[in-house]
């Protein structure tokens, strides 16, 4: 490991909706001077074959991920990422195929509500825009941000954010909710694909108070959740010591990384995050470690096991 290496353990990939394909990403995430990524696409790996073979070819650390959303009775949401789990996973690909499902029927949903509020968007507009720039038959999540780049590319909004705020958050007038699994079924997924579960961004899941958070964190952990994501671009210093604090009050493993998604978020650089912040190699060492501890199989990519083995 050299010296103060550096690791971006949440990225997103065109598999679901960043804007760079999987070999891209590694390439940037070596460019950028990064040891280690992972990539974590919304739903979906269809990306970490692609993306482990480039990063083997590098010599960039990688870690095959996922982040899972589920279902959450507050005005936030609830994420959770998967690490080092095996994208041939049964377990992996009907989680899959359910969610995508509810993806794809929601949208054009949200584009009729959009069209009845005077935006003119299409969902071809919106596929057209998933495309640009991924090669004529890969696998394409079309989400929220497709949409998103449409009503700005329509001139209904300025920005992305501005979409999300006005339309497309879950306080927006065109938001409509999609498939997901409860926390359990999302921890047990993640648990059965070989991978380690870990809270994404927590200040996301907008809780009333320090109290209210400890008891989201508490029965998530009660449900099997390994993890919590410290460093996050959505996170202020402050807001990162307090999920260390929880990390180590609940025996959780701490995490970081930007939740880079390229073009589709420019505020978020790969490795730096919105704020600055960057995660060093320990993180991941940690992390690691972690997961060789547990029950979860060391699965290597392309390959499946039928037994189950435990560390020493």
Known sequence: MKINSWVDLHTHSTA???TLTPRQLIDSASEAGLSGLALTDHDTGNGLVEAQKRAESIGLRFVPGIEISAEYPHPGTLHILGYFIDPLSPALGEMSRILLAG???RNPRIVKRLNELGCPVTMEQVSEIAHRGVPEGRPVVVGRPHIAQALVEANCVATSKQAFDLY???TGSAYFDKERLTPRETLDCIHQSGGVAVLAHPVQL?????AELQN???NLKDMGLDGIEAWHSDHRPPESELFLEIARRYSLVPTGGSD???ANKPDINLGLGRNGVRVPMAVLDRLEEFWKTKAYL???IGKSKTESSHAE
């Open 260 to 262: 880079f998604h390229g």
């Open 298 to 300: 060391p699965k290597a």
């Open 206 to 210: 907008r809780t009333g108070n320090h």
């Open 216 to 218: 989201v964190v508490g």
């Open 16 to 18: 679901s909706d960043g």
């Open 168 to 170: 497309l958050g879950v």
């Open 103 to 105: 993806r794809n029927a």
